[in-house]
Nanobody, 117 residues
Framework: QVQLVESGGGLVQPGGSLRLSCAAS????????MSWYRQAPGKERELVAT????????NYADFVRGRFTISRDNAKATVYLQMISLKPEDTAVYYC??????????WGQGTQVTVSS
């Protein structure tokens, strides 16, 4: 059974940092492209960052480039999102997604990130 479990969200002040984790199980993690998405209230879900299975050609949304870093540990079957210089507009539910070479997608349940003073 495929499972993606996000953790690490919470309340942080503007300018602060958080590291999100997404623990995967039930599939060959190292062979999957891993992505982080987010969805703010009343808005559509949007791509934050993508990291292919090879670790090359990492892609970031313009609104997080330079502030967020995606990484993965294939031995631990975990993908991370390090977030620094957080802004109130980063407030959203953050989801991880696993994509196979056949374009099958699996989603986690999400973790809430709230940036507020």
């Amino acid at each position: 059974q495929v499972q993606l479990v996000e953790s690490g969200g919470g309340l942080v002040q503007p300018g602060g940092s958080l590291r999100l984790s997404c623990a995967a199980s039930g599939f060959t993690f190292s062979a999957y492209t891993m992505s982080w998405y987010r969805q703010a209230p009343g808005k559509e879900r949007e791509l934050v960052a993508t990291m292919p299975s090879t670790g090359n050609y990492i892609n970031y949304a313009d609104f997080v480039r330079g502030r967020f870093t995606i990484s993965r540990d294939n031995a631990k079957a975990t993908v991370y999102l390090q977030m620094i210089s957080l802004k109130p507009e980063d407030t959203a539910v953050y989801y991880c997604k696993a994509t196979s070479w056949t374009s099958a997608n699996y989603w986690g349940q999400g973790t809430q990130v709230t940036v507020s003073s």
